[in-house]
C-alpha cells in the first residue's frame, strides 16, 4: 500500500488527510480498496457518490436495469436525459464527474447463481442496496462463502434498516441468515415499486451505507457487525437493536 499521493490527491482528500482517525494511511486504504455496489438505483446512488468522492480506488457497479423516469425522485446519481440507458453506464458517469481518478468497473448484468461467486469474489467490500428477497439471500450466502464484508440497507415506505454481516472477521457477528433464516413468502413485503418510498429515506439510508463502508475500510469506530439500525423517518427515531449469531443457522453457524 502506497503513501506516495499526488498533488491532486492531496487536494482533493485534505479533510480526509486531515481527520486524525483517517490521515495519509487511512486514504491510502481507501485508494487500495475494491468495493461492489449491486443495485444502483435509490441505495446505491448516493452510496456510489460518496464512495467515489472519497477515493475509493476500485467501485464496481452490479445493476441489469435501464433507468425510467419513475427512478429520478430518488435515485439521485442519474439524470432526465439519462432515462432509457443502462442505469450503471449512467451512475458509472455521474461518479467518474466526481472523482476521474476511480475505477469505474460497470456489470450490465443481472445476479445469478452462476455469476455470483465470480463476482463476490473479486471485491473486497460488498454492498447490497437491492430490492428483492432472491438477490439480497443470493448475495448474502456469496458473502458468507468467500468470506467478505457485506453491508447492507434496505428502505420501504418511510422506514430504513441498515447492518454490517462479516462472521469470517467477527467470530460473534451473524450472519443475513442468521437474522432472516428464509426469504418471505412471495407476495408478503411489498416491494418500493408497489409500496412506495419517501425519496429522501434511500438518501439517507444509502449515505449511512457509505459511511459503513469507509469506516470498514480505515477500521475506524464501531462497526454494525452484530447490530441493526432501524430508522423510522416520520417519528426521527432510530434504533439500534442487538443482532446475536445463530449456532443452527445453515449458512455460517
Avoid at 113 to 134: E, M, P, Q, S
Avoid at 140 to 169: M, N, W, Y
Amino acid at each position: 500500500m502506497s503513501l506516495n499521493f499526488s498533488e491532486e490527491e492531496i487536494q482533493r482528500y485534505a479533510r480526509h488527510i486531515l481527520l486524525a482517525d483517517v490521515g495519509g494511511t487511512g486514504q491510502a486504504k481507501l485508494r487500495a480498496a475494491k468495493v461492489l455496489i449491486v443495485g444502483a438505483g435509490g441505495l446505491g446512488s448516493p452510496l456510489g457518490l460518496y464512495l467515489a468522492a472519497a477515493g475509493v480506488g476500485t467501485i464496481g457497479l452490479l445493476d441489469d436495469d435501464v433507468l425510467e423516469l419513475s427512478n429520478l425522485q430518488r435515485q439521485i446519481a442519474h439524470s432526465t436525459d439519462r432515462v432509457g440507458t443502462p442505469k450503471v453506464a449512467s451512475m458509472a458517469e455521474a461518479m467518474r464527474r466526481i472523482n476521474p481518478l476511480v475505477s469505474i468497473e460497470t456489470h450490465n448484468q443481472r445476479l445469478d447463481a452462476g455469476n455470483v461467486a465470480a463476482l463476490v469474489g473479486a471485491y473486497d467490500i460488498i454492498c447490497d442496496g437491492t430490492d428483492n428477497f432472491t438477490t439480497r439471500f443470493l448475495v448474502a450466502d456469496a458473502c458468507v462463502a468467500a468470506r467478505r464484508t457485506l453491508i447492507s440497507a434496505a428502505v420501504l415506505r418511510f422506514e430504513g434498516q441498515l447492518s454490517t454481516f462479516k462472521p469470517h472477521a467477527d467470530p460473534e457477528g451473524p450472519c443475513y441468515r442468521c437474522l432472516y433464516p428464509e426469504p418471505p413468502p412471495e407476495g408478503l413485503v411489498p416491494s418500493c415499486s408497489e409500496a412506495g418510498v419517501l425519496g429522501s429515506v434511500t438518501g439517507v439510508m444509502g449515505t449511512l451505507q457509505a459511511t459503513e463502508v469507509l469506516k470498514e475500510i480505515c477500521g475506524i469506530g464501531t462497526s454494525m457487525s452484530g447490530w441493526l439500525l432501524v430508522w423510522d423517518a416520520l417519528r426521527m427515531e432510530f434504533r439500534k437493536i442487538r443482532l446475536r449469531k445463530d449456532p443452527a443457522c445453515s449458512v455460517c453457524g
